[in-house]
């Protein structure tokens, strides 16, 4: 189905003021239906937008598109439908003190049903069985015929009818009734029965957080691979530095992303208000009443990036207050929908709200050479350069009608690149034309109080702030304050309240099938432990529909690690239709009970509507995409930024409350992580120290705050700057301070804009580990740990560390601790030796197969003075499981041949391979390099124990199927059984059978297995080798990225310097010149390296070294057609060839291979020859015919 179109299943036809001609089918058969109008509604322009995407406009092909904004266009004059009278929080007071829940007809008398949810009625994701689909078309709002539904005459669809007439009444008093609700006894005492039903909606959202389980090199080789062969487009948009802010209309709330009513999302309603007072002048007002009825009315929620000075430091401090529009979402048909970008422009567009810079790469030539133009800028990019050169290479660029240098400055935070659909260049290309930029008029106008005018004029405290904000903004956004300071009765927030509630709905029977859908979500994280808050609050929008066996509450899914999303992404591998785990997650919650008389009539339809809903609003494959491509995506920084923040910032807590050293290990350890380029690394290692020791001797130990960071900072960095145009490159952009002291917001609790509840804690290194030699100290103990499974040898390896000479190296004892020996809980033991020994270096011979333990092991170096070392077995890995089966393999042979293990594991167990698979297990859903990424990020350095031969052949089948089928075998058994043993269960006879099967198996093919596996004396070297360089301060953490970043500086075809010698050597008998030219200049030995450059960033600029990202690592003929030289440098001159019938055409006005300099002349010089040879003071010698050597384009 086209993104023009969607499915609405119950809304009534007098929605829409216009007349319409519509076919109907039955929506259970979900047909494509048409419509004989325009989809829009608005223009005649947008009739092409139905049309076939793939049929590009005529003339359009081989275009670039690079739109520019028009602020002088005239504006256009608009008819608008009657706005909505609000309610004033006054009449809602006095609805609470006459609030009526008794004797009521059975019309008025029932809650506001599943899916009626903000006064509206949104459709139900399927319909009740007999009733007909309407289609209706996408509507962007702003016009005569707004779509917008009243809010007093909301159609009420047949599950809201139906729930009517069965709801039980409630026979209280209104006040007993609210009295009991705040007190929290009203639901204490609302008990779940056969008749208690639940109505679930989510009320707003951002997307869904996908973590890649590919390399970032990974990513790009597949992005790059996708847009080669026309399957799909890469979009690229600016990374504004703010916060999520989430707005669903006056009534369905302002949301920050883990939080709502608080000064975060004041702020988020008063900028976006202020927003309309730009764009429509003396309108203003009336479009905010226009947009809010359309966003309720059509239950839609708009995601911004809020940026302002006035909410805490990030990279830079804005010079304006502003959102910009990141995703416009459907919420009324169940699953999410997300509009792609060219609706979102749309959308924008037509409400006059800001949108960001959007580029597009359609081409194998342009999305190569975004990468290598990102490589080149991303030790240095401001948003200047990035946005330039990003214009100069992609096939279509829309920019942002918020200019980043203008609103925010120079310092950019970075890129997001994501795969779209193939077909988005021609749709973006009809949006452009069909909605070109809108005036701003309000923009000469005075638009009242600004923002921090208003924090600065109110100092009192978050309360005074937020109402002042409220006042300002105004009706439309806010029609009464209920929503932002509830009711005097009502009681904060509570944890109790939130598992009761949660427990309640996850025990009642959903009414659609969207409540069933997010009860298996939250069944699911709440079985598994994820780290999950559900935060529930009462609705207050909803008060006059509570009684007490009728509440509404509102839920925050509050995801406290990135952790929950790659645990919840290998869930929805194993169940394809769960749906998606959100980045700001609020759902509407209605905890209700049907009449007894009505529950087999109300059971029976509702059946039909869980069981019979499907997914048609939002299928996981895009466009024909896969799921793992439509997911596609990766966030690139820049280094200015990241000075600021990540080395700077997060680096405050450990420079203030431990000692300079510590704080450089933290940003020595950052660096090596970003593979910052080896001159950044000493240059920023310079500034740093100098930063570190300006602030400790102004402020002692008095810790900096994170939220006015910049105001020590930006003046720091500024003078740092001025001395030298180096430093000037290393910072980016200094000296446009905004002084933020006056109008800071006051945030009461600690609170930060992720809704945290605790006091804000600043961002520490996982542990004081250390990975280069200054920053390694004696006085500090060492922990030798083993992320890896039984089998993998680690006690083996453990005594002969303990019998190695010398120890690790220095004076340090070295002792070990072996896991099966100890009674009790091992890592508390672990913790109670280290304090007892703080300067000894410990063996912990236990496997330390996940996060928690890691996580204690990193407490335990924070708390002893110590770091720690992960040593794994060196394998391969699969794409969902650190270890590969071979790896597995030998780890279960070792195991079988074991007699008399200490912990009971060996060949007498019965069930010694379900205790491997269940170790495998405690590893699966991280690849290989998330695995070693991971421990790096954590402790620093990583070992790898050698364990398989590289060049061995390949697993046996036989071994490969038994191991796959115990592997399925544990999934059958853990999905029901969950950690039952495997002699209980249902499939306790198949396991017997298998352990049976797997010996036979892994004992038939020993001899195999033995002969893959290094020599075990080899294997403890190579460890022991590395342990003392970590000790010593020698050994550098492994990297598990290859390619090198911010290291381009030029393109060049790199040619073999043994031809080059070959060829001047063929010259030499044709003339006696060229042989003396070889022997004194010595080329043989002082001739290391050869290239002919072709671009450098400093000459030719950014975009032209990316230009030749399309031939990276690509063999190009070189034509060697003279010899020049002088006494000072002598240079081949060459000419390029072509490359897949291309020619390569280098900048150089003079392209060539420097071959020689004299002592203390630089390379660069060699561009003069042509002019000396001129001048008489240099010689040429043709080499006739020319001779051809064929070199690899590559970037330095």
């Known amino acids: 189905m086209s993104a023009s179109q969607r499915i609405v299943c119950g809304f009534s036809p007098t929605l829409y003021s216009r007349s319409q001609s519509l076919s109907f089918v039955r929506c259970g ?16 322009r947008l009739a092409p937008l139905i049309m076939p995407r793939h049929q590009r406009p005529e ?10 904004p028009n602020s002088k266009r005239p504006s256009t004059s608009y008819s608008v439908s009657d706005s909505i009278p609000s309610a004033t929080t006054e009449n809602i007071t006095n609805k609470l003190n006459s609030l009526g829940v008794t004797e009521k007809s059975e019309q008025s008398d029932v809650p506001e049903s599943s899916i009626k949810f903000g006064n509206i009625a949104p459709t139900s994701h399927v319909p009740l069985h007999g009733k007909k689909s309407i289609w209706k078309p996408k509507a962007y709002g702003t016009v005569s015929g707004s779509t917008a539904t009243e809010v007093n005459k909301a159609p009420v669809d047949s599950t809201t009818a139906l729930a009517n007439k069965t709801r039980t009444a409630s026979s209280e008093k209104p006040d007993a009734v609210l009295s009991k609700l705040f007190s929290g006894s009203l639901l204490e005492n609302f008990t779940v029965d056969n008749s208690t039903h639940s109505v679930a909606q989510i009320r707003a959202t951002f997307y869904p957080k996908f973590e890649n389980e590919k390399s970032d090199q990974e990513i790009r080789t597949r992005m790059i691979d996708l847009v080669s062969k026309g399957s799909a487009t890469l979009e690229v948009s600016l990374k504004h530095s703010g916060s999520l802010f989430m707005y669903a209309g006056h009534v369905g709330g302002a949301y920050a992303k883990n939080s709502y009513r608080n000064i975060y999302t004041a702020v988020g309603v008063f900028v976006l208000g202020r927003m309309f007072r730009e764009a429509w002048g003396s309108q203003a007002n009336m479009k905010q009443a226009e947009f809010n009825d359309f966003l309720e009315g059509n239950y839609m929620c708009i995601s911004m990036e809020l940026v302002t000075a006035v909410l805490g430091d990030h990279g830079q401090r804005p010079r304006e207050d502003y959102v910009v529009v990141t995703a416009v979402t459907e919420l009324g048909s169940g699953k999410p929908k997300f509009y792609p970008t060219p609706d979102i422009i749309a959308f924008c567009r037509k409400w006059r709200l800001p949108t960001n810079h959007i580029w597009l790469f359609s081409t194998r030539k342009s999305v190569k050479s975004f990468f290598a133009a990102y490589d080149a800028l991303c030790e240095e990019g401001t948003a200047t350069s990035v946005c330039k050169a990003l214009n100069d290479i992609a096939d279509i660029s829309v920019p942002g009608s918020k200019d980043h240098v203008d609103v925010q400055g120079e310092i950019l935070e970075g890129l997001v690149a994501r795969i779209v659909s193939h077909e988005s260049s021609e749709h973006l290309e009809q949006v452009l034309r069909d909605y070109p930029p809108p005036p701003s008029n309000g923009a000469d106008q005075h638009l009242g109080s600004s923002l921090r005018e208003i924090f600065a004029a109110n100092r009192i405290d978050e309360k005074q702030q937020i109402k002042a904000l409220l006042d300002e903004v105004g009706p439309s956004f806010c029609p009464n304050s209920l929503d932002w300071f509830g009711h005097e009765a009502s009681q904060s927030h509570s944890k109790n309240v939130d598992q009761s509630v949660l427990s309640k709905f996850l025990q009642s029977r959903p009414t659609d099938f969207s409540t069933a859908k997010l009860q298996e979500m939250f069944r699911l994280m709440r079985e598994k432990r994820f780290p999950v808050a559900f935060k529930c609050y009462h609705n207050f929008h909803k008060i006059n529909s509570v009684a007490s066996e009728n509440l509404h509450f509102k839920m925050i899914i509050h995801v406290h690690s990135d952790s929950a999303f790659r645990r919840y ?9 769960l749906w998606p785990l959100y980045r700001g997650f609020f759902v509407d919650l209605n905890l209700f009970k049907v009449k007894k008389e009505r529950l087999t009539e109300f059971s029976e339809e509702n059946n039909i509507m869980v069981e019979t809903g499907g997914d048609t609003n939002g299928a996981s494959a895009r466009d024909g995409l896969a799921d793992e491509d439509a997911n596609l995506m990766i966030k690139l920084k820049f280094l200015p ?25 933290y940003y020595l350890r950052q660096m090596k992580m970003w593979n910052t380029s080896a001159a950044k690394q000493t240059e920023l290692r310079e500034m740093l120290d100098k930063w570190a020791v300006s602030m400790r001797r102004k402020f002692g130990k008095k810790q ?4 006015t960071y910049l105001s020590e900072a930006e003046p720091f960095l500024e003078q740092y700057a001025k001395r030298s145009s180096l430093n000037q490159a290393l910072i980016g952009s200094a000296g446009n301070l905004v002084r933020t002291e006056d109008f800071l917001a006051i945030v009461e609790g600690g609170k930060d804009e992720e809704g945290d509840l605790e006091p804000e804690r600043e961002i520490t290194p996982s542990s004081p580990t250390y990975t280069v030699k200054e920053a390694v100290r004696k006085d500090e103990g060492l922990i030798v740990f083993f992320p890896g499974i039984p089998g993998c040898a680690k006690s083996a390896l453990c005594k002969e560390i303990l019998s190695a000479p010398g120890g690790l190296g220095d004076d340090r004892p070295v002792r070990s601790l072996m896991g099966d020996l100890i009674k009790g809980r091992y890592w508390v033991k672990v913790s109670e030796e280290r304090r007892k020994k703080p300067y000894s270096i410990l063996l912990a011979d236990k496997n330390a197969p996940n996060e928690e333990v890691w996580r204690q092991i990193e407490d335990m170096c924070r708390s002893t003075k110590a770091s720690a070392i992960p040593v794994i077995p060196d394998s391969e890995g699969t794409v969902s499981n650190p270890f590969s089966l071979s790896a597995l393999a030998v780890f279960m042979l070792r195991v079988l041949n074991r007699v008399n293990h200490p912990g009971n594991l060996d060949k007498s167990s019965s069930n010694a391979g379900y205790v491997l698979l269940m170790f495998y297990h405690l590893y699966d859903g991280k690849s290989r390099q998330e695995f070693e990424s991971e421990l790096i990020e954590r402790f620093g350095s990583l070992v790898k124990m050698p364990l398989l031969e590289p060049e061995r052949s390949s697993l046996p089948e036989s071994v490969r199927s038994t191991l796959e089928e115990g592997i399925n075998l544990y999934k059958l058994h853990t999905k029901r059984h969950g950690r039952l043993e495997s002699t209980k269960g249902t499939y306790a006879g198949e396991w017997v059978k298998w352990e049976k099967l797997l010996r036979e198996t892994l004992l038939g093919n020993a001899v195999y297995l033995n002969s893959i596996q290094v020599p075990f004396e080899f294997a403890v070297e190579k460890v022991l080798e590395r342990l003392k360089a970590i000790a010593k301060g020698e050994y550098a953490a492994p990297s598990t990225e290859k390619r090198r970043f911010g290291t381009i500086v030029f393109a060049a075809v790199s040619l073999p310097v043994s031809e080059i010698l070959n060829l001047l050597e063929n010259l030499n008998g044709k003339d006696p010149k060229i042989q003396e030219i070889v022997e004194n200049m010595n080329l043989k030995s002082s001739l290391t390296k050869a ?47 072509t490359v897949d019938g291309e020619k390569i055409i280098s900048k150089n006005e003079w392209p060539h291979v420097t071959i020689w300099t004299a002592e203390g002349v630089p390379a660069k010089e060699a561009n003069m ?28």
């Open 704 to 707: 900096l705050s994170s939220s």
């Open 641 to 665: 930024y990241k000075i600021r923040t990540f080395l700077i910032r997060n680096g405050l807590s450990i420079l203030f409350k431990e000692d300079l050293a510590d704080y450089k290990t």
């Open 59 to 68: 003339g359009s092909k081989g275009r670039r598109w690079v739109e520019k």
């Open 1169 to 1196: 020859l042509p002019h000396l040879f001129k001048q008489g003071e240099a010689t040429r010698i043709d080499i006739n015919p020319p001779i051809t050597i064929t070199g690899t384009l590559e970037f330095f």
């Open 1091 to 1137: 290239h002919v450059t072709l671009a450098h960033k400093r000459s030719h600029g950014v975009t032209a070294v990316a230009s030749y990202g399309p031939y990276l690592n690509q063999s190009v003929p070189v034509e060697i057609t003279a010899l020049f030289f002088s006494g000072q440098s002598a240079a081949l001159e060459t000419e390029p060839g």
């Open 29 to 44: 058969s979900f047909r494509l239906f048409r419509t004989f109008f325009n989809p829009f509604g608005y223009s005649s």
């Open 569 to 577: 992404q290998k869930e929805m591998r194993y169940n394809p239709g």
